[in-house]
T-cell receptor
């Protein structure tokens, strides 16, 4: 059974700092990994999607890497801003037999606070 | 270019009542997924539907919960005889295809409170 862990559970940094969020998964047989942002009481915004054949994806100040063999992904945020404050979720789509491969397995998230 | 639309955003039901949650996918998307987020927990997969078909309902509780995605109209997640433990945020996602490498887009969620 796939399990996704995100460390730390919460992180507080001063504005302007670069930071790294970590995601680990127990089963390396995945199709892809997706990073989301969730604001309090809101839905999920997709940030980056990394296919299993890819090593990293970049979007603006965000860079996500994937090391499938070790079951790890990192989300790097450069020059953090107060507007980056949110919960960041990592989710993997595993390779299962039958219909199970359509499921995303989520971590519990890292709650980021960027202090002005 | 609307994204995934869910309504209502907030729903309050008394124990024993029925809850109906609606999801309109991104225009052109025919694949819909429902997830539930319990307090202090991660999102858990419930069900995957294509138009008029349930593809994977392995995450659905065996009783009281049902889902549909009719040919016309939104997808509906129905919870009968709600209990306090059903209080959660319910998220709908859609994708253009059901392929494994497809990106999923999520709605704002419906927050169900059972009193």
């Amino acid at each position: 059974k796939q399990e996704v862990t995100q460390i730390p559970a919460a992180l507080s940094v001063p504005e302007g700092e670069n930071l790294v969020l970590n995601c680990s998964f127990t089963d390396s047989a995945i199709y892809n990994l997706q990073w989301f942002r969730q604001d309090p009481g809101k839905g999920l915004t997709s940030l980056l999607l990394i296919q299993s054949s890819q090593r990293e994806q970049t979007s603006g100040r965000l860079n996500a890497s994937l090391d499938k063999s070790s079951g790890r992904s990192t989300l790097y945020i450069a020059a953090s801003q107060p507007g980056d404050s949110a919960t960041y979720l990592c989710a993997v789509r595993g390779i299962y037999s039958g219909a199970g491969s359509y499921q995303l397995t989520f971590g519990k998230g890292t709650k980021l606070s960027v202090i002005p | 270019n609307a994204g995934v639309m869910q309504n209502p955003r907030h729903l309050v039901r008394r124990r024993g009542q029925e809850a109906r949650l609606r999801c309109s996918p991104v225009k052109g998307h025919s694949h819909v997924y429902w997830y539930r987020q319990l307090p202090e927990e991660g999102l858990k997969f419930m069900v995957y539907l294509q138009k008029e078909n349930i593809i994977d309902e392995s995450g659905m509780p065996k009783e009281r919960f049902s889902a549909e995605f009719p040919k016309e109209g939104p997808s509906i997640l129905r919870i009968q005889q709600v209990v306090r433990g059903d209080s959660a945020a319910y998220f709908c996602a859609s994708s253009l295809q059901g392929l494994e490498n497809t990106e999923a887009f999520f709605g704002q969620g419906t927050r169900l409170t059972v009193v």
